[in-house]
């Protein structure tokens, strides 16, 4: 195995970790849990990690978030979707306020959509179609403040560009 996917995944477990360390950290708003420094996990996975490691940190967040009764099955539609595109758009345009937008969007209006139908069918609640996009909206908004502060101060630091030289993640 090289030393870069090791690297990549003990970033990841730690991100993952901090995540569920910090889930008790939600605001209720309705049926969903918002937990705004998923967010800010996701952020970081995508843009240090890239999308695809960024969803499998979501999901496995998502997941035991679910077996300790901190989060709701909403988390995996919202956390994973952010993820996704937070990761896709920081790695093909290279511009970190792409990130947030992607994590942003993805989760509040691509996440929010999707929740309905695990709203509906496997939790029971008679939301609207768009009734999860505000509160995904509030949440991830709340994360990416919390992304743009510390990465921007990475940045500075030169911590992220050292890093993610040493990663050769293009």
Do not use: W
């Not at 889930?23 to 995508?46: D, R, T, W």
């Not at 996440?111 to 939790?123: C, E, K, N, R, T």
């Amino acid at each position: 195995m090289k030393n870069i996917n090791v690297k990549k995944l003990a970033l990841a477990g730690i991100l993952v970790a901090v995540g569920i360390v910090c889930s008790p950290l939600s605001i209720p708003v309705g049926a969903s849990k918002c937990a705004p420094v998923q967010h800010f996990i996701n952020i970081l996975g995508g843009v240090f990690l890239g999308p695809g490691y960024a969803v499998g940190m979501a999901f496995v967040t998502s997941l035991l978030r679910n077996l300790m009764g901190t989060g709701t099955l909403l988390a995996f539609p919202g956390s994973m979707c952010g993820a996704f595109l937070c990761g896709m758009l920081y790695k093909y345009g290279k511009h970190l306020p792409y990130a947030y937008v992607g994590e942003l969007f993805g989760t509040s209006v691509i996440g929010g959509i999707l929740s309905y139908p695990v709203a509906a069918f496997l939790m029971g609640s008679d939301s609207a179609v768009f009734g999860f996009v505000i509160p995904f909206f509030i949440s991830s908004f709340g994360g990416t403040i919390l992304a743009v502060v510390l990465v921007t101060v990475m940045k500075r630091m030169k911590v992220l560009d050292i890093y993610l030289g040493n990663l050769n993640y293009q």
